[in-house]
């Protein structure tokens, strides 16, 4: 190369280097990192990592114009304080479970789960197809969130018991580690119903500090190693027949995105409330065979007489908290319309059919 052509060269160079500097603000203006704040260790199987996956996708769909940085509980803000960063605006998102803002509003309950309330299926029904979005976004924009469902658990189990439930009168006394308004309901019934953070479960129930716990399903439990404290399994969780997990945005941060990249994340929350329940479907059935086969668990099922007395607690409970304000008694009503309306329906359909099936093919498990 003679000295004439390189010279030549180093200009177009340092021309389309101008070129690119020129250009680079724009393009940096354009491409934003958003705070994802959760509620959930980190990679915590099901939760953590449905939260990461979400971030994933919604940094992926839209192409490296929104980035989502994840920090999970204790990274940023503690767990608890997800919401308040959220509203405030010092995170700009957050993946967690509305029932941990019930101290805000007492209605934040029915957008995860409450005791006796609504399948993963039915939960889908409701939000996207029989008014349950437009009454949290009600609720959440008074906090200057938008929120949608980001992941489900489907049922959970009723949990790890050191002692049979055979009769109402077991729960009396029953020192039993149940959060929230399943817990509630229990106490009405008799039970010391406690509320322990995750590493604290395990030892209480090794050393009788607890009679009872229950944590989330046959994955989870399963990890955790309940079994080798005690072999009693009972099912089905009145308390969180469905749990939803949730995304909310700081509202300004939300409104300021673009049209596509609203519906990229509202689409995002959507494919992660089915990945996750398929996610916790496939592995509890895997894990359910390893406690029964490796194990030596027993499945033992609440009997009639137990499950109906909770059921009328739980019932007296909700209405209970629905009835402390108009707003949260109108989210109860169009809730339990929604639930009667599709307990109508799905007895004769998905869970007809599942009973016939499974009966006629020897595919249920004989308990
Ligand atoms: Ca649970």
Redesign the pocket.
Same mark, same amino acid.
């Given at each position: 190369m003679d000295r004439r052509s390189f010279l030549k060269q180093a200009s177009l160079v340092s021309g389309a280097a101008a070129a690119s500097t020129l250009a680079a603000p724009a393009i940096a203006q354009n491409k934003r990192t958003l705070r994802m704040v959760t509620t959930w260790p980190k990679n915590f199987p099901g939760l953590g990592t449905a939260a990461q996956k979400l971030a994933d996708n919604i940094t992926a769909m839209t192409d490296g114009r929104l980035t989502v940085k994840l920090y999970s509980a204790g990274e940023l803000v503690p767990a608890f304080e997800c919401f308040d960063a959220v509203s405030t605006g010092s995170a700009d998102l957050y993946h967690g479970a509305e029932y941990y803002w019930q101290g805000k509003h007492k209605a934040f309950n029915f957008f995860a789960t409450v005791p006796m309330g609504l399948t993963a299926s039915e939960m889908d029904a409701w939000m996207y197809h029989g008014g349950g979005q437009q009454l949290w976004d009600e609720l959440a924009g008074k906090f200057n969130i938008k929120a949608f469902m980001a992941g489900n658990t489907g049922v959970?189990m009723g949990g790890w018991f050191t002692k049979e439930i055979n009769a109402v009168d077991d729960l009396k006394g029953l020192k039993i580690r149940m959060p929230g308004l399943g817990g509630e309901v229990l106490r009405r019934l008799g039970a010391s119903a406690v509320s322990l953070p995750g590493g604290e479960v395990f030892p209480s129930l090794q050393s009788g500090a607890i009679d009872a716990t =229950?944590?989330?399903g046959p994955w989870n439990d399963l990890a955790f190693g309940f079994y080798k404290i005690t072999k009693f399994y009972y099912y089905p969780g009145f308390h =969180?027949p469905g749990t939803a997990m949730s995304c909310g945005f700081n509202l300004d941060v939300f409104n300021s995105l673009s049209a596509a990249d609203q519906a990229i994340v509202q689409q995002a929350c959507k494919a992660a409330t089915a990945d996750a329940y398929a996610e916790f479907n496939a592995n509890n059935g895997r894990a359910l065979n390893t406690l029964l086969t490796k194990h030596g668990v027993q499945l033992k099922k609440f009997p009639d007489e137990v499950f109906d007395a909770i059921a009328k607690a739980a019932d007296e409970v909700v209405a209970e908290v629905a009835a402390e304000d108009e707003f949260t008694g109108r989210v109860l009503e169009s809730f339990s319309a929604a639930r009667k309306e599709l307990a109508g329906w799905g007895s004769i359909a998905d869970q007809t059919y599942a009973l016939y099936r499974n009966r006629a093919m020897g595919l249920a498990r004989d308990v």
């Open positions: 959970q =229950e944590w989330v =969180e």
